[in-house]
């Protein structure tokens, strides 16, 4: 796939907005390695092949397993998962397929029995920022395969 155009050069004022919104919401207090696995989940439900490139390649910088990577496609059935971690990855779906219909209520109580008031909004405003990429990175076919990992402060 060839790249329609570069967002980023278009656009840079708001690139650089994005940009802003998507590094506050990698600086909360969330671990790293739920936070990627969350990237990879959303950016698989909307097939964004240079967001799973990039989110895999930093998860694998933070030390997540190529098993586990491998298996957040079918994290319901795969028991690599932790409770948390999976309250994230349902969250995560429901947040990134809100043409399903709302977040279920149901859903939200589960979701805040391994999350605070401040760790669920912290954790939906980054699972909007992976979905505005996804869109950015789909909608002008940004190429897959160029991405170098980012350094983590903290390991998986």
């Known amino acids: 796939m060839t790249a ?32 990627e696995l969350v990237r990879v ?14 989110h895999t390649i930093d998860a694998r910088a933070a030390g997540e397993t190529e098993q586990r990577l491998y298996a957040v496609a079918a994290w319901e059935e795969a028991p690599f998962f932790t409770p948390r971690e999976r309250a994230a990855l349902a969250w995560t779906e429901a947040v990134t397929r809100l043409t399903d219909g709302p977040v279920p209520e149901a859903l939200y109580h589960e979701t805040r029995e391994h999350f605070g008031e401040k760790e669920i909004v912290d954790l939906t405003l980054a699972i909007i920022a992976i979905n505005g990429w996804n869109r950015l990175a ?17 390991t998986a």
């Open 138 to 154: 789909g909608v002008f076919r940004t190429e897959a395969g160029h991405y170098k990992a980012r350094v983590h402060a903290t």
């Open 4 to 35: 329609l155009l570069n967002y980023a050069k278009a656009a840079p004022e708001s690139y650089q907005a994005m940009l802003k919104f998507s590094n506050a919401a990698h600086q909360v207090a969330l671990e790293p390695a739920l936070l």
């Open 41 to 54: 989940r959303a950016s698989q439900l909307n097939h964004c092949a240079f967001c799973l490139d990039m």
